[in-house]
C-alpha cells in the first residue's frame, strides 16, 4: 500500500511540474507576442515621412539670411519659396515713437494702422478727452520686442463713443508683466489722436 501511496504522491508531483512547465512556456509565448506588438507598433509610430539628409548650421543660416526679407511694416517674408510674398510674423518697430491711428468706427477695439514704439517693452492704450484733459484709459495691451507681441489692436474695457476724441499713449513696463499704473509709467507725449465715428 505504502508503494501505492508513494507511486500516487510521484505521479501528483510529476503532473504538478508538468503543469508547471506548461504554465511557464505559455507565459513565455505570451510575453513574446506582447513583445513583438509593442516592438511593431513603436516602429510604425515612428516611422512616418520621408527621411532627409541633416543640414549644417552653417547652411541653414546662410539661407536664412539669403531668403529672408522684411517688408516696410518690418514683418518678415520669405522669398524663394512656394510661400514667397506669405508674411510669416511680425516684428516689433522700435524707434523714435511714431504711431498712426485712423478715426474710426465707435467700439471695444481700437485699430492700430502702423507703430514704432519708443521702447521695447511696455504698454500701448487709448486714453480719453475730458474738457481737452487727458481722462480715464479705456484699455491697454502689452508690446514685446523679445517675446514678438506686435499688436495690431487695443481692446478696451468700455467702447468708444461717436464723436468722441481720444489719445494714443504709451507707458514703459516694471518687468512684472502686469499693468499698474503705480509702476508703468507713461511716456510724456500724445503718440496719435483719433475720433470715433
Do not use: C
Not at 507565459?27 to 520621408?50: D, H
Request: net charge negative; glycine share 10%; proline share 2%.
Amino acid at each position: 500500500m505504502r508503494d501505492i501511496l508513494t507511486a500516487l504522491v510521484n505521479s501528483a508531483n510529476h503532473f504538478r511540474m508538468a503543469a508547471e512547465e506548461q504554465q511557464d512556456g505559455q507565459k513565455t509565448l505570451v510575453a513574446f507576442i506582447v513583445g513583438l506588438l509593442i516592438g511593431g507598433m513603436l516602429v510604425w509610430a515612428f516611422s512616418g515621412g520621408e527621411a532627409t539628409a541633416p543640414v549644417s548650421e552653417e547652411a541653414t543660416e546662410e539661407s536664412s539670411v539669403e531668403n529672408t526679407k522684411a517688408d516696410s511694416e518690418g514683418e518678415e517674408v520669405v522669398a524663394g519659396s512656394d510661400n514667397a510674398g506669405v508674411i510669416s510674423a511680425p516684428v516689433l518697430q522700435v524707434g523714435e515713437g511714431n504711431v498712426v491711428v485712423a478715426d474710426q468706427a465707435a467700439a471695444l477695439t481700437v485699430g492700430l494702422e502702423s507703430a514704432t514704439y519708443p521702447v521695447s517693452e511696455g504698454w500701448i492704450g487709448v486714453r480719453e478727452y475730458n474738457n481737452d484733459q487727458l481722462g480715464y484709459i479705456l484699455g491697454v495691451v502689452r508690446f514685446s520686442e523679445s517675446q514678438g507681441l506686435v499688436p495690431n489692436e487695443i481692446i478696451l474695457q468700455r467702447a468708444t463713443t461717436a464723436g468722441n476724441r481720444y489719445a494714443i499713449v504709451v507707458y514703459t513696463e516694471n518687468g512684472d508683466f502686469d499693468f499698474n499704473l503705480a509702476n508703468d509709467v507713461q511716456i510724456d507725449q500724445i503718440f496719435d489722436t483719433f475720433v470715433a465715428q
